[in-house]
Nanobody, 115 residues
Framework: QVQLVESGGGLVQPGGSLRLSCAAS????????MGWYRQAPGKQRELVAG???????TYADSVKGRFTISRDNAKNTVYLQMNNLNPEDTAVYYC?????????WGQGTQVTVSS
């Protein structure tokens, strides 16, 4: 079992930055995949960024060059640094973990990009 708690969402102006954090309830060293998904109103949940224990990283095309995912194993935390945000990034962002054949989700944190 893994509990995931996100934080760091909020309201930001276009062009601004936010850093999301996802704190896990246990050691993440052995969690194969940790990532961030997002879901905007009326749209399907989509993968934003993910990182495996082998440091394989995946980004959605829409965020490449703007978002950076990182894992801090010492703090059992995964981060998503989001720069140059635009209104199309507005969504609820969910932390996700895949380990031992099971998937886990956080409760989500709202990110709103608006002037």
């Amino acid at each position: 079992q893994v509990q995931l708690v996100e934080s760091g969402g909020g309201l930001v102006q276009p062009g601004g930055s936010l850093r999301l954090s996802c704190a896990a309830s246990r050691d993440i060293v052995t969690i194969y995949f940790m990532g961030w998904y997002r879901q905007a109103p009326g749209k399907q949940r989509e993968l934003v960024a993910g990182k495996t224990t082998g440091d394989r990283i995946t980004y959605a095309d829409s965020v490449k060059g703007r978002f950076t995912i990182s894992r801090d194993n010492a703090k059992n935390t995964v981060y998503l640094q989001m720069n140059n945000l635009n209104p199309e990034d507005t969504a609820v962002y969910y932390c996700h973990a895949l380990t031992g054949g099971s998937t886990y989700w956080g409760q989500g944190t709202q990110v709103t990009v608006s002037s």
